[in-house]
C-alpha cells in the first residue's frame, strides 16, 4: 500500500492515476495518490520523473534521481501541498509485459509538516502497477 512515512504516524494513500511513457530516449513517470484519510494531511502525494534517459531502452532495473539543481530534465518531482526543493528517489521498474511496467518506488523529501529543528525527511514507498501512458492524461509539472 503506498505509504507516507512520517514521525507524527504514516499516512496510507490510493493510487489515483499512475503511468508512463517515452520519448525518443526519454523515460516520464508520474503517479497522482490520495490519501484514504479524508483528513489527513497532506492528502494527495504526487511524483514524477521527467525525462530521465533509457541508455539501454526500456525494461528491468533500477533508476536513482536527485533533484536536477537547474530545474530541467532530467528532473523528479514531488508535490505535497507545496514543491519539494530535494527530492532523492529509487525506482525499481519491472516489465509486466503487455499491461506495462511494476514499479516501486522509495522517495525521500522535505517534512511535511515541520520546517525547524524538528523536520525530518519523509520516505514514501509504494508497489504500483505503471500502465503505459498519454503525456496529456498524466501529471507532470510544468
Known sequence: MPTLKH???DIEFDVEKAGYWVEGDKLYISAAFKAKDP???PDCYLFAVDGYVL???LGTGS??????PEDEP???YVYTGFHACEVEAKV???DLGPDGLAARLSVFSEDVNYYNERAK????VADIPL???DSSDLWMPQ
Not at 121 to 124: G, H, I, S, T
Open 7 to 9: 514521525q507524527d504516524g
Open 63 to 68: 533508476i536513482e534521481i536527485s533533484t536536477n
Open 131 to 133: 500502465p503505459e501512458g
Open 55 to 57: 541508455e539501454n531502452g
Open 74 to 76: 532530467p528532473n523528479v
Open 92 to 94: 525499481d521498474l519491472a
Open 39 to 41: 483528513e489527513a494531511f
Open 121 to 124: 525527511r519523509n520516505e514514501f
